[in-house]
């Protein structure tokens, strides 16, 4: 009798089980897995995208994970051909991206943006004994302008177009900008660009061997560029972030910004950026440039449609979209 009666328990918690991982099932199930594409582990979008996916991963239906990757141009072709589903991009690449231009053959349609993080700063370091004031002044000097094909590039020939110059007009040298920090330390360059958040590892360690100086942009000439490049944005590299520099230098920005394809689901786009800024205290203590994640910028610099899901968390909270 014992016996029977332990083993029709046994079949009680057995069946008990089973039922309670079935009706478990669903919300496994509905469990979305999502890749954040960023960039090398030495940089900044590897370090804020982990940020990120953890806090987004908070929510129930989300398990989200930063891959690294090779940052804008690569992230913009993976989510064009639609092999993963967010990405870090510039949005000056993200508007070349979606209309062809430079360094995409065809236009990448279905890109659509999440949210603007943080900007990234257009820098145009000067040895400071070159005699350089305004950027027209670069004419004749020997100036680093980038990479072929580079970002740095496009965006320094749509400076000189607003500023009336031409690459013909000085001794371009097509090198990124570790190499032209190197060209400066053996006096062999007057002027360099790179665009990236500060403060700069390059520019840092240049300034401890160089006395150098950044230009500072007028807010006519910046106010002219966004009309004419709406990727760009005003900012300011404060006073003391590099040595020798101990004023504020206006400069151009374009924005490191969220981006994703048009057939992801506006629920899951949605749920991602809800949590994402309902958790933004953890990532603002994860890494300085988290600090400049908030909800009163996250439409500043979108150069590219916004998905739908995206579009819905803006408009509930009271922000005009386009």
């Known amino acids: 009798m014992k016996v029977m009666k332990m083993r029709f328990l046994s ?6 089980v089973m039922v309670s ?18 960039g090398g582990t030495a940089g900044t979008y590897y370090p804020i995208g982990g940020a990120i996916a953890q806090a987004v991963s908070k929510h129930p239906a989300i398990q989200a994970t930063a891959e690294t990757g090779n940052a804008s141009v690569a992230n913009a072709n ?9 990405a870090f991009v510039q949005n000056d690449i993200a508007y070349w991206a979606y209309s062809g231009e430079h360094m995409f053959s065809s236009p990448l349609t279905n890109l659509r943006a999440i949210v603007a993080l943080y900007p990234e700063h257009l820098q145009l370091i000067t040895a400071k004994d070159s005699g350089i004031q305004t950027i027209s002044d670069l004419k004749n000097k020997r100036v680093g302008v980038g990479a072929p094909g580079s970002g740095v590039l496009a965006d320094v020939t749509a400076i000189f177009e607003v500023a009336g110059i031409k690459l013909d007009d000085m001794r371009a040298d097509y090198l990124d900008f570790g190499a032209t920090a190197n ?7 007057d002027a360099g660009f790179v665009v990236s958040g500060y403060p700069t590892a390059a520019v840092m360690d240049l300034a401890t ?3 150098i100086s950044l230009m500072d942009f007028s807010a006519e000439f910046m106010a002219e560029l966004g009309k004419t490049h709406p990727y760009f944005v005003p900012s300011v590299i404060p006073a003391g972030t590099y040595r020798g520099i101990d ?10 910004i969220l981006v994703t394809h048009s057939d992801i689901s506006e629920e899951l786009i949605y749920n991602f950026l809800k949590t994402m800024f309902d958790n933004i205290a953890d990532i603002h203590a994860s890494h300085a440039k988290g600090r400049e994640i908030n909800l009163e910028t996250a439409l500043e610099g979108l150069t590219i449609p916004l998905h739908p899901g995206a579009a819905k968390f803006y408009q509930e909270n009271g922000m005009a979209v386009n």
Request: charged share 20%; hydrophobic share 55%.
């Open 183 to 189: 060209r400066f330390k053996d006096n062999q360059i």
């Open 209 to 211: 061997t160089r006395d």
């Open 247 to 256: 004023t504020d230098t206006a400069t151009p920005a374009v924005m490191a």
């Open 78 to 86: 993976l989510i064009g051909t639609k092999e993963i589903e967010i």
């Open 21 to 38: 991982l079935t009706a478990a099932a669903p919300a496994f199930a509905a469990r979305a897995f999502v890749s954040i594409a960023t």
């Open 11 to 16: 079949i009680c918690v057995i069946a008990a």
